[in-house]
Antibody, heavy 121, light 108 residues
């Protein structure tokens, strides 16, 4: 059974960089079958996809976050990460890591439990 | 960007009743690449439906999805106590992948 587990600081200061890691167990990130990505949910609000990366290094992002977000996969550690620069209070959210099929059926199947990140001084 | 609009915002029903949730897309969703997720407080979203109408293994058959193009529906037959939650639709046909704003199914 695949498991995804987010980790990282729960508090980040404004204008700094938010850095999160998703550790994968029960499966391998070193495969062309899946994309590995991040989705966030501000408190009491809906879901927003941030970006996804492939084991080979390619990545793609939501246009609104493209200039600030970087998602990368480290197959040697079987984990992937998110870096979000120049954060503001509006980046406060629960951040989920998730896996998506790279070919049919294409959907997001496994999600982590989420980690709350608060941006505050 | 495909915008998904869910209705109603809140649905107040009793156990045993049927819930009908709507998701309307601003553009055609290619190949009906639309999913439905259930989210309970403090939990990650759980996939209920993919491809507009397919259920993953382990999802009870009281959950069903229908629709195509721009109009999609999630139906929950005979609501169980554990079904009271927030439901999101999501399209994965066109990047950026987008979600609806959610429908809350609450116990009347």
């Amino acid at each position: 059974q695949l498991q995804l587990q987010e980790s990282g600081p729960g508090l980040v200061k404004p204008a700094k960089t938010l850095s999160l890691t998703c550790s994968v167990s029960g499966g391998s990130t070193n495969t062309g079958d899946f994309y590995w990505g991040w989705i966030r949910q501000p408190p009491g609000k809906g879901l927003e996809w941030i970006g996804s990366a492939f084991y080979s290094g390619s990545s793609y992002y939501h246009p609104s976050l493209k200039s600030r977000a970087t998602v990368s996969v480290d197959t040697s550690k079987n984990q992937f990460s998110l870096h979000l620069t120049s954060v503001t209070a509006s980046d406060t959210a629960v951040y989920y890591c998730a896996r998506r099929f790279s070919r049919w059926p294409f959907y997001f199947d496994y999600w982590g439990q989420g980690i709350l990140v608060t941006v505050s001084s | 960007e495909i915008v998904l609009t869910q209705s109603p915002g809140t649905l107040s029903l009793s156990p045993g009743e049927r819930a009908t949730l709507s998701c309307r897309a601003s553009q055609h969703v290619f190949s009906d690449y639309l999913a439905w997720f259930q989210q309970k407080p403090g939990q990650a979203p759980r996939l209920l439906i993919y491809g507009a109408s397919s259920r993953p293994t382990g999802i009870p058959d009281r959950f069903s999805g229908s629709g195509s193009g721009t109009d999609f529906t999630l139906t929950i037959n005979r609501l169980e106590p554990e079904d009271f939650a927030v439901y999101y639709c999501q399209q994965y046909a066109s990047s950026p992948w987008t979600f609806g704003q959610g429908t809350k199914v609450e116990n009347k």
